[in-house]
C-alpha cells in the first residue's frame, strides 16, 4: 500500500478579540471542508456556522468541497454586521452633520 503524500495547510479565522491560524498536514485531495474538521478550529469556535460562513483561501472566495494545495491558507470570514456601503453611508452623514470637511469637492 502506497502512503498518500501529505500537504501543508493553514485554517484561519479571527473574532475581535482573538485570531486563530491552526497549521495541520493532511492527505493530499483533501477539501476544505475535510480540512476545517480536522484543524478542530470548530471545537475552539462554536459560533462558527460553515453553512452561513463564507470561506475563502487567501482571500479568494472558494467552497467547502474545492480541493486544497500544499500550502493553502484556509479562511473563514465572519459574517457582516452592516453592510460596507451602508457603514460609509453613515460615516459620511456624520461627518456632514458635524460640519467636518469631506474629501468630496477638494
Known amino acids: 500500500m502506497v ?3 501529505k500537504i501543508k495547510v493553514e485554517i484561519a479565522y479571527a473574532t475581535p478579540e482573538e485570531q486563530k491560524i491552526i497549521v495541520i498536514q493532511i492527505d493530499e ?3 476544505i471542508a475535510q480540512a476545517i474538521e480536522v484543524s478542530g478550529i470548530l471545537q475552539l469556535f462554536t459560533t ?3 453553512k452561513h460562513q463564507k470561506i475563502g483561501i487567501f ?3 472558494k467552497k467547502l ?3 486544497l494545495e500544499d500550502g ?3 479562511e473563514i470570514y ?3 454586521i452592516m453592510d460596507p456601503k451602508e457603514a460609509r453611508r453613515k460615516r459620511e ?3 456632514d452633520s458635524r460640519g467636518t470637511p469631506t474629501s468630496k469637492g477638494s
Open 3 to 5: 502512503a498518500k503524500k
Open 29 to 31: 485531495g483533501c477539501n
Open 48 to 50: 462558527i456556522d460553515l
Open 59 to 61: 482571500s479568494k472566495k
Open 65 to 67: 468541497s474545492d480541493l
Open 72 to 74: 493553502d491558507r484556509v
Open 78 to 80: 465572519r459574517p457582516l
Open 93 to 95: 452623514q456624520s461627518r
